[in-house]
């Protein structure tokens, strides 16, 4: 599987210092019987040069659980622009335990994340509650 994803960004000062801000978001995957492995080397821009732009990639390793159920292990890492990576010791890498549910109109995911470095936020929780706007009906 692959793909990509575009976000456009209008931040509220007390989200991010910057007030316009992108990401490109490449998904690279595969599926497997029971399980799917994804890839995002994420970049993100402030629109502040090439060189700034910062590398934020993203893995997730995810088991059915059911047929609506997955279970999952996720990383997010921000190792900073391009042009001069973070030292490690800044670098900020988190890892989120996760539970997905396919619904018929909404899907639920949930995670609970935890830092792996001193930069990285020491607990944080996520919640996605999304619904596709286009599903189309499966053909008999």
Same mark, same amino acid.
């Given at each position: 599987m692959y793909g990509a994803n575009v976000e456009f960004s209008y931040n509220a000062k007390r989200w991010d210092s910057t007030r316009?801000?992108?990401?490109?978001?490449?998904?690279?995957?595969?599926?497997?019987?029971?399980?799917? $492995?994804? @890839?995002? +080397?994420?970049?993100?821009? *402030?629109? #502040?040069?090439?060189?700034? $732009?910062? @590398?934020? +990639?993203?893995?997730?390793? *995810?088991? #059915?659980?059911?047929?609506?159920?997955?279970?999952?292990?996720?990383?997010?890492?921000?190792?900073?622009?391009?042009?001069?990576?973070?030292?490690?010791?800044e670098q900020s890498h988190q890892i989120y335990a996760v539970v997905d549910r396919a619904g018929k109109t909404w899907d639920f995911e949930f995670g609970v994340g935890f830092g792996l470095t001193d930069a990285s936020d020491s607990l944080t929780f996520k919640m996605i509650l999304a619904r596709d706007l286009w599903k189309r009906k499966a053909r008999s």
């Open positions: 316009i801000t992108s990401e490109i978001r490449p998904i690279i995957g595969w599926h497997f019987k029971s399980a799917d $492995l994804i @890839f995002n +080397p994420i970049i993100d821009t *402030a629109y #502040d040069g090439f060189g700034r $732009l910062e @590398f934020v +990639p993203a893995v997730r390793l *995810a088991f #059915d659980a059911g047929p609506k159920w997955q279970v999952a292990v996720e990383e997010y890492s921000n190792f900073g622009h391009f042009e001069d990576f973070l030292p490690a010791s």
